[in-house]
């Protein structure tokens, strides 16, 4: 089992920044891909961005050069720096892992809000 928390979410102007962070723990040996996802009222979940463990990285094309994933190994935490943040990146963000063999992990989520 894996378990993830999310924080760092809150409300944030328009062209601000945000810097959510995953904390992981349990069993993460078999763990190959690091993620996140965000949902928006009445819409569906979509990928933001992924992380393998091989270092290969992987970005909502609409999201490409505002936001970024990265690691820190010895922390056991996956960070989402989110730069230039607009209204329609309002949404949950959910910390996602996925493990060998064919297994899923889901955080909680964060609430993230741009708004002025």
């Known amino acids: 089992q894996v378990q993830l928390v999310e924080s760092g979410g809150g409300l944030v102007q328009p062209g601000g920044s945000l810097r959510l962070s995953c904390a992981a723990s349990?069993?993460?040996?078999?763990?190959?891909?690091m993620g996140w996802y965000r949902q928006a009222p009445g819409k569906e979940r979509e990928l933001v961005a992924s992380?393998?463990?091989?270092?290969?990285?992987n970005y909502a094309d609409s999201l490409k050069g505002r936001f970024t994933i990265s690691r820190d190994n010895a922390k056991n935490t996956v960070h989402l720096q989110m730069n230039s943040v607009k209204p329609e990146d309002t949404a949950v963000y959910l910390c996602?892992?996925?493990?060998?063999?064919?297994?899923?992990?889901w955080g909680q989520g964060t609430q993230v809000t741009v708004s002025s």
């Open positions: 996602n892992f996925k493990a060998w063999p064919r297994r899923e992990y």
């Open positions: 349990g069993n993460l040996f078999s763990v190959h891909t």
């Open positions: 992380l393998g463990t091989s270092g290969n990285t």
